[in-house]
């Protein structure tokens, strides 16, 4: 069961942002573009939490200071996220970009060394370091003109990385705060809490939109029907891997979860028509190398 879940769960993430860049490529800026992951996820989620409890006999579960202080943090972490996310498919092709995303579980590597004092073994530090050599090839922008810095250490690059660390930090943010609460079972807690948590992005991004981007909101909202495509993929994504994670060790379920790249080649290729360079599937192939090796190694 947790296979199939953990499945589905990188087949919709990576379906969710073929919608992204379709809005982003639009007529809609990155703010607003990351808006329609949320704007109508929260109320659906809400409603399901809800009936869910009833038809368990369950109250909603309980929040406390701690729930916020990790919930909120996690919230801003993935909007920060989903910006770099979206703002890189304006510099690389889909599938590079959903592919630097993976960064994230080797940050997590330097993550729990700094914020936790765990190190790792000889192997898992061969692993991050054939994850180094992948992103290197995958950061060479050829685009860019000029000598080998320029081409490495470009926009693509930190937007590309950013994702992965903050992305890191919100699963984290997420972990705490689901622990925190109380009450229900796990399905009602990750449903209640990230509906509340869902809620607070859409207003931050709501007021930055309206104050920064005027104009954008409207222009969203005339999307409603890629903007609902959105919501519910993010929603029915959120879930799946909160369960999977249920069901099964985190390690395993991201392990099974890089198959989201081969969707993301799919839908690369045969949506976008895009194609990766020699150079990017030779660093594609060294960073899932890398993110294998490190779990099964970690």
């Not at 992305?167 to 705060?177: C, I, K, N, Q």
Request: hydrophobic share 55%; proline share 2%.
């Amino acid at each position: 069961m947790w296979i199939a879940v953990t499945i589905f769960a990188a087949f919709i993430q990576s379906l969710r942002y073929v919608f992204q860049k379709k809005l982003r490529t639009g007529a809609l800026r990155t703010a607003a573009a990351t808006l329609s992951r949320f704007f109508f996820a929260w109320p659906m989620m809400l409603a399901l939490a809800l009936i869910y409890g009833v038809l368990r006999d369950f109250d909603m579960p309980g929040l406390n200071a701690e729930f916020w202080a990790y919930g909120l943090a996690a919230a801003m972490g993935q909007i920060a996220g989903t910006l770099c996310t979206v703002a890189l498919f304006q510099h690389r092709n889909f599938a590079v970009g959903a592919t630097f995303k993976q960064t994230e579980v080797i940050q997590t590597v330097f993550l729990g060394l700094i914020l936790l004092g765990e190190g790792v073994g000889p192997w898992a530090f061969a692993a991050v370091l054939i994850g180094v050599l992948g992103v290197i090839a995958l950061s060479e922008s050829p685009e860019v003109e000029g000598d080998f810095r320029a081409r490495v250490f470009n926009r693509a690059t930190a937007l590309g990385l950013g994702s992965g660390l903050l992305f890191g930090l919100a699963s984290v943010g997420y972990r705490g705060a689901a622990l925190a609460m109380e009450g229900g079972d796990v399905f009602l807690r990750s449903l209640f809490g990230l509906a509340l948590l869902t809620l607070v992005q859409t207003v931050v991004l709501l007021v930055w939109l309206r104050t920064r981007e005027p104009g954008q909101i409207t222009a969203m909202l005339r999307e409603w029907r890629v903007v609902s495509l959105v919501a519910l993929t993010s929603m029915a994504g959120s879930l799946s891997w909160f369960t999977a994670f249920g069901l099964q060790k985190a390690a395993l379920v991201k392990a099974v979860g890089q198959t989201e790249l081969i969707f993301s080649f799919l839908f690369s290729t045969f949506l976008f028509g895009e194609r990766s360079t020699p150079r990017e599937l030779f660093g594609i192939a060294l960073l899932m190398l890398s993110v294998v090796f490190l779990i099964l190694t970690a």
